[in-house]
């Protein structure tokens, strides 16, 4: 009788545990929206591509882009050319690009 105390103990910690590490990860579908929202919308947005872990897009309209929203996604830098982006994504680039590709 004792022993099953203990493993009903060590399931709920296994349940709790799992509970904590899915809450922590990022729901990349809706971070890819927040995106292209912050980057003034998908009509906005001219091309794109993928480097490794920075993310280049060009923009018809660099004043509608939110620089401050994209770094509160996580990105670690921002590069501005004329109408042309720069987005440091660091590891998590991959997972927009693929993202990215099934919303735009």
């Given amino acids: 009788m004792e022993y099953m105390q203990y493993i009903i103990i060590i399931i709920i910690l296994v349940v709790i545990a799992l509970a904590i590490t899915r809450a922590k990860k990022k729901d990349f579908r809706l971070e890819a929206n927040k995106l292209i929202s912050y980057l003034g919308g ?3 947005i001219i091309g794109y591509e993928f480097n490794k872990s920075r993310f280049i897009v060009n923009v018809h309209d660099v004043t509608k882009v939110n620089k401050d929203g994209i770094q509160k996604l996580g990105a670690r830098g921002i590069v501005e050319i004329e109408n ?21």
Avoid: P, R, T, W
């Fill in 42 to 44: 998908a009509s906005n």
């Fill in 84 to 104: 042309q982006l720069k987005i440091i994504l660091g590891e998590n680039a991959k997972q927009f690009e693929k993202y990215m590709k099934d919303l735009k």
